[in-house]
């Protein structure tokens, strides 16, 4: 059974949450998260790494001890240090952490104040109003407990798609390999490319000689058969993830394909469109009366109710079918458009790479120019660069473009946004910097209205030019700020700002309604990896989905721009 990435940070993060709660030392409990987020982060499998015969301590907060850590679970499955966290602390531990709003430290002090270690026991102190009087508790959050504790049973887990992807990418693979498999593809909220999937629902076309069911069912990552019939099966991989295989006919395939990526107020919109024609459209055809007038392909479809295909990105019901039927579809920016990528890290801060890996890692990803942009001294735990610091990378920019063929580095710093809208680093040094990316990395509690006028003030210093990750949230783990979107989009607007939308898999911020709002209010968005390592260029790709469903085009999004313009529009001279 293949050991994921995941699943090792997995074991890592359980192992800090259950040592925080043990009161150990803080800086091991940090050890064991940052190496959890490297993995996370990582974009390649840590036991490939391991077969080349990679040395991990390379990598970013692994040392000697949890390098060998890693080794032990590919090795046995196990980790003999939780193993053992397992039986000095009470068993339901794990439940109450996966509580949301629930950390170590509350669970701590659950357990240490209260003798709290079962669901049942918190359910029935929250009731009884116990909870409200710990230090850092309150009603408020007693009662958020309670409700999460009576609605976590019609809650499903969600998979973020990245990593619904490491899964999904293997398994079509296998079916394509099947003998009689014509075509496999993912629908469902997978191929709309949203944030995060319930579960994927792949379609094959297959005659019904073809054992594909049965190999389903047979894949080594499957855990659990929910159901199997001749032309659908369900199953539950190991990880958690549910998949839904239907095996369609060559015909119906288009039909089935617009049926099941949905979404299905979509569906319901066009079906609706199509009985006003006259036609019926289901999972099997579109007809009128008994008669099939269109099926095998999506496109058929659309246009058997008289519209262009819509890219499934759009397909949420939120005007896609009105601008499909005046022609107004946008045309959506698509991965090959981005000729830079405006934000990332070396290991001058928290990066795991130096410039010239960095540089030829996206150019190799076809990119044209690279902004560095670093943390600022303030946020100390990435290694915020001082002035000085800053002014030695710019050298080696200096120096480095010289030689380098294909691409240009731009010179820039990802600043830290003070609480109170001061940027962490001087204007003057600012001003010799080809962009400035200004992010808020404290503070993400404040009111709405200091929140939104922390940024505008950001965003009146003089060489500011992209507003980082602008909501903060980071997905299932931290909730956006709050902010007023409106008034910062108009902001940036009036001072010729950008916005940017980050294409981290935890992140992908701008939140697909913001980008629309930025197109319609005229405000370029960059799409940016936020690269911390030469493999995560491939991030891209996630951001260019989340674009595609805030309906953004090239036209929208400005690292497509070369950059003889991109220069211009950074100056305000465009
Ligand atoms: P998810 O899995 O929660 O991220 O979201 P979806 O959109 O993938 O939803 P899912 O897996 O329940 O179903 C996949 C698609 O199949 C969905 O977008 C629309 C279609 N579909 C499934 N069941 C029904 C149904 O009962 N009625 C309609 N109209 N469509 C359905
Ligand atoms: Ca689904
Ligand atoms: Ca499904």
């Not at 036991?47 to 046995?76: F, H, M, N, W, Y």
């Not at 073809?210 to 159901?227: G, I, W």
């Not at 990528?341 to 790479?353: F, K, N, V």
Request: net charge positive.
């Amino acid at each position: 059974m293949p050991i994921h990435n995941a699943d090792i940070a997995d074991i890592f993060d359980e192992i800090a949450d259950l040592l925080e709660i043990e009161h150990a030392n803080p800086f091991r409990v940090r050890a064991y998260r940052n190496a959890a987020r490297t993995l996370r982060g990582l974009g390649r499998e840590v036991s490939v790494l391991l077969a080349q015969g990679e040395d991990l301590t390379r990598l970013p907060g692994i040392g000697q001890d949890l390098a060998s850590k890693i080794e032990e679970i590919l090795a046995t499955g196990h980790c003999a240090l939780l193993d053992k966290l397992h039986k000095r602390l009470p068993p339901d531990l794990g439940e109450l952490l996966a509580l949301p709003g629930l950390g170590p430290k509350r669970v701590g002090l659950l357990y240490h104040e209260l003798d709290i270690h079962t669901l049942e026991q918190l359910h029935r102190a929250a009731k009884d109003g116990r909870l409200r009087d710990l230090p850092g508790f309150g009603v408020k959050t007693e009662q958020n407990i309670l409700h999460a504790l009576e609605g976590r049973m019609g809650v499903p887990q969600r998979f973020k798609l990245a990593l619904a992807g490491q899964y999904a990418g293997p398994l079509v693979d296998f079916l394509r390999g099947v003998a009689g498999v014509e075509a496999v593809e993912i629908a469902g909220s997978y191929r709309r490319a949203k944030e995060t999937v319930g579960d994927l629902d792949i379609l094959v076309i297959a005659d019904r000689a073809s054992p594909v069911m049965a190999r389903f069912v047979a894949y080594d990552e499957v855990k659990e058969v929910v159901s199997r019939g001749d032309t659908r099966a369900t199953v539950i991989l190991r990880c958690g993830l549910q998949v839904d295989l239907r095996r369609v006919a060559q015909q119906s395939y288009g039909a089935a394909l617009h049926y099941f990526t949905g979404s299905r107020a979509h569906s319901i919109a066009m079906r609706a469109l199509a009985r006003r024609q006259g036609l019926k459209i289901n999972e099997y055809g579109v007809f009128r009366g008994r008669k099939r007038v269109a099926g095998e392909t999506e496109a058929s479809v659309f246009h058997s109710v008289g519209l262009p295909w819509i890219p499934p990105e759009l397909r949420e019901n939120q005007g896609e079918i009105e601008a499909a039927r005046q022609g107004a579809l946008p045309k959506l920016v698509v991965l090959e458009d981005l000729r830079g990528d405006l934000h990332a890290h070396t290991r001058a801060s928290d990066g795991h790479d130096s410039l010239q890996e960095m540089a030829a890692a996206a150019r190799a990803h076809g990119l044209e120019y690279l902004a560095i942009t670093e943390h600022s001294r303030r946020l100390s735990v990435a290694r915020g660069l001082t002035p000085e610091r800053l002014l030695k990378q710019m050298d080696e920019i200096d120096r480095l473009n010289e030689r380098l063929e294909g691409i240009t580095l731009l010179k820039g710093i990802e600043v830290d946004i003070l609480e109170d809208g001061r940027l962490d680093l001087p204007d003057a040094l600012l001003g010799r910097l080809d962009l400035v990316v200004g992010a808020v990395h404290s503070g993400f509690n404040l009111s709405r209205r200091k929140q939104t006028e922390r940024i505008l003030r950001a965003m009146d210093h003089p060489y500011f030019s992209i507003l980082a990750h602008p909501t903060g949230r980071l997905i299932q783990r931290r909730e956006p700020y709050d902010v007023d979107m409106l008034r910062i989009v108009r902001h940036a607007r009036q001072r010729g700002c950008f916005l940017e939308l980050n294409a981290h898999p935890e992140r992908l911020d701008l939140l697909a309604a913001y980008c629309r709002m930025a197109r319609d209010e005229g405000v370029l968005v960059s799409i940016n990896s936020d690269a911390h390592n030469t493999l995560q260029f491939a991030n891209l790709k996630y951001g260019v989905g989340q674009a595609r469903r805030g309906w953004l085009e090239k036209k929208d999004v400005l690292n497509t721009r070369s950059l003889r313009r991109l220069r211009a529009l950074l100056q305000g001279t465009l």
